[in-house]
């Protein structure tokens, strides 16, 4: 069962389909943080923001107290979970430390990958997928952009016989940066949308 972001009573059950939506949203979300690892400090610092939202989900579901009051889905030691996000968060931040601009480490396809799954994981097991497009919300950005114009410029190339675009350049980072964007305001506005993201996915749970 999985909760639905905005209602209170309302579960939803992926049936026979529940393990290729879990392989689906986990090679999903890791690629997503993939694709968001283009600028110095930004995969990891969104990564370390959805990691600490989702250590407070953690916490939430796991106390009766809390889910009750609440009316959320108890899930019983899932609780255990906010050490692993904790561990996620520290590593966020000590990362950050020689990642932020000018980078002086980079994650690279292994860390991306890995951290995105991580955040897909997490939000399978506390069985809250739905909410996945909202604390991941840069994730998702991203890689819409990269979809919408891989498909726009496919599209032009076979209608027109000449391919056009819709972003200046594609994840949407590098559009912001290629329309005159520092690097740096780029990630650090980033940021300011991803706790914006992280609050309403807290409000979710009383906004019913």
């Not at 209602?7 to 939506?21: A, L, M, Q, R, T």
């Not at 990269?146 to 496919?154: A, H, L, T």
Request: net charge positive; aromatic share 14%.
């Amino acid at each position: 069962m999985s909760t639905i972001p905005f209602e209170k009573y309302i579960n939803f059950d992926f049936g026979i389909f529940y393990i290729p939506v879990v392989i689906f949203i986990i090679t999903a979300t890791s690629n997503a943080v993939n694709l968001t690892d283009g600028l110095d400090g930004l995969a990891i610092g969104t990564v370390g923001i959805a990691g600490l939202a989702l250590g407070i989900i953690c916490y939430i579901s796991g106390n009766s107290n809390f889910a009750g009051y609440l009316t959320i889905m108890h899930l019983k030691g899932s609780d255990e979970l906010v050490i692993f996000c904790s561990a996620l968060v520290g590593a966020a931040l000590g990362f950050l430390w020689y990642n932020a601009y000018p980078a002086q480490v980079f994650l690279g396809d292994t860390g991306s990958l890995a951290l995105g799954g991580a955040i897909g994981v997490l939000c399978v097991l506390i069985k809250k997928e739905f909410l996945l497009p909202i604390i991941g919300g840069i994730f998702f950005a991203e890689t819409l952009s990269v979809i919408i114009q891989v498909c726009y410029y496919k599209y032009t190339k076979k209608r027109f016989g000449e391919p056009r675009r819709i972003f200046k350049m594609a994840p949407i980072h590098h559009h912001f940066e290629k329309s005159g964007w520092h690097e740096s305001k780029i990630v650090v506005r980033f940021y300011i949308m991803a706790v914006m993201l992280a609050i309403i996915a807290m409000t979710t749970f009383k906004v019913r």
